[in-house]
């Protein structure tokens, strides 16, 4: 069974915290993305990676840096919380390719409250 | 630029009756087309998918065909159960953009006994 977990389902925080939200995929995938979901406005992407060592920014990368040392996992960290940080974190990944449609696997998300 | 748009939520039904929830997209190139959903406390879930004009993806009683001329992808299904109750994502995907799915805002459903 394909999966994709993420460190923490719930995580309260404090501002100026450096925090760092962990997810590893078991599916050899190349891809890995991280989303921030918040209502209203659907899944935008912070950050996303094709390989190891590789991140390219997504469309709110301000505020996050990423990291991908190994290909299976893929760190999300907030150098400095915010209160308006305050978010659910979805971490997705994918094979490379057009064969299998690019279809991203996801985890179960981590709600982030910054206090 | 590449957007999705999706009708505003919560949209409420009874048990039984039907679905439409409308999406449609504007893109440069020629899209994929999907639907997540993702159920209460949980991540999203692949739902279907389309990959070229015409297609119909189907799923769980769910369908959506990909209609180019209206740049449409309207999830659809004949008769809900409580337990469809849950938010669906429509999203597109640009090959030659690294794999990044693109999203609406989300829509939420709540179908009652």
């Known amino acids: 069974d394909v999966k994709v977990t993420q460190s923490s389902r719930y995580l309260v925080k404090r501002t100026g915290e450096k925090v760092f939200l962990e997810c590893v995929q078991d599916?050899?995938?190349?891809?890995m993305f991280w989303y921030r979901q918040d209502p209203g406005l659907g899944l935008r992407l912070i950050y996303f990676s094709y390989d190891v060592k590789m991140k390219e920014k997504g469309d709110i990368p301000e505020g996050y840096s990423v990291s991908r040392e190994k290909k299976e996992r893929f760190s999300l960290i907030l150098e400095s919380a915010s209160t308006n940080q305050t978010s659910m974190y979805l971490c997705?990944?994918?094979?490379?390719?057009?064969?299998?449609?690019?279809?991203?696997?996801f985890g179960p998300g981590t709600r982030l409250t910054v206090l | 630029g590449n957007s999705v748009t999706q009708m505003e939520g919560p949209v409420t039904l009874s048990e039984e009756a039907f679905l439409t929830i409308n999406c449609t997209y504007t893109a440069t190139g020629y899209p994929s087309l999907f639907w997540y959903v993702q159920y209460p406390g949980e991540g999203l879930q692949l739902l279907l998918k389309?990959?070229?004009?015409?297609d119909k993806g189907s799923n769980k009683g769910f369908e959506a065909t990909y209609r180019k001329e209206t740049t449409s992808f309207h999830l659809e299904k004949g008769s809900v159960q409580v337990s469809d109750s849950a938010v669906y994502f429509c999203a597109l995907l640009i090959y030659n953009q690294g794999g990044k799915l693109i999203f609406g805002q989300g829509t939420e459903l709540s179908v009652k006994p």
């Open positions: 389309a990959t070229k004009a015409d």
């Open positions: 599916m050899d995938h190349e891809n």
């Open positions: 997705a990944s994918s094979t490379s390719g057009q064969g299998a449609g690019n279809e991203q696997f």
